[in-house]
């Protein structure tokens, strides 16, 4: 299968895998963007998950782009939290259209005794899942801290990050954990969705995905951190999450349309949506993931070209029939 990119982004095309056993044909296209007047480098399209250290001990920094659906827009940032002056606390918020998240950011803390010790003044603090409230006992967040047994938990970090109006107080209790990037696939809730793996599934469905499996799981983000596709032009609204304090910028419109070319001669048309925004202020840029997927009637063989952007007409008619094209006389000698 040939796969061509007339969009100037990134693109590649995968293979995915319906509950009943039915196989996708995935297209991925990621573009990246700044966030100022400086051109980042292209990200390339991620075949695989990135964790931030050490996988499973970790928070993930960014997970595949080849899932093979998704229902809405994960909206993700990696980043930190600026104050203007050294603060014990700061608010920390990230606006996409209709979506907002706030939370807090706290300066660093011990359990004592009495409770959680007053929190140090900072000037900046780096937001992940290691630093929200969680342990290796938590499942919400396994890589987080804070989650103790009360009698364990003296002169162990707390989080630096709270959900707002409700400050982590005691150890033992179950808080939210707060940060913006994507959630690890073992993780609860997003685990949950993935099915069931029992003896039934070992004995009679393997490999194939468990009846139960829910497509959320693919969804990265959490819950509060999905939004419809984007279609461009929303505007993005970042509060203590860059040097300056408050940061803006639009999304891009752009249309990202997909043809599926078959071996029978027939083809299909159809527009890849945007279901991926990754915001990372620090590198002063963003990425945006668009994703089409075409079920397979029997294999993979049955098509013969995908075309990802804007081709003419002409041109799809001469792949059709099988001939080269020729845009003007002069490419014709």
Known sequence: MELTNATGLAADIAMGLRPDGRELLVVAVKGTFPIGKTAPEPVPILAADEAAGLPGLSPPAAESDLAPVKAKCDVLLNGRAYAAQPSERVTVALRVGALAKSFDVVGPRVWTDQGPSPAQPFTTMPISYAVAFGGPQYAENPVGVGFHDPKEAKDKPLPNTEEPGKPVAKPDERYRP??????????????????????????????????????RFYQCAPEDQQTDFLRGGETVELENLAPQGKLSFAIPKIDVPVVFMLKSGEHEETCAVCDTLLIEPDLGRFTLAWRASRPLRRNVFEVAQVVVGRKSRGWLRAMRCGKRYAATLREVR
């Not at 913006?180 to 003896?199: C, I, N, V």
């Open 178 to 215: 707060m940060a913006f990037g994507p959630l690890g696939r073992s993780w609860q809730p997003r685990a949950k969705l993935a099915g069931t793996y029992d003896k039934n599934w070992i004995e009679n469905v393997a490999p194939f995905l468990p009846a139960d499996f829910d497509d």
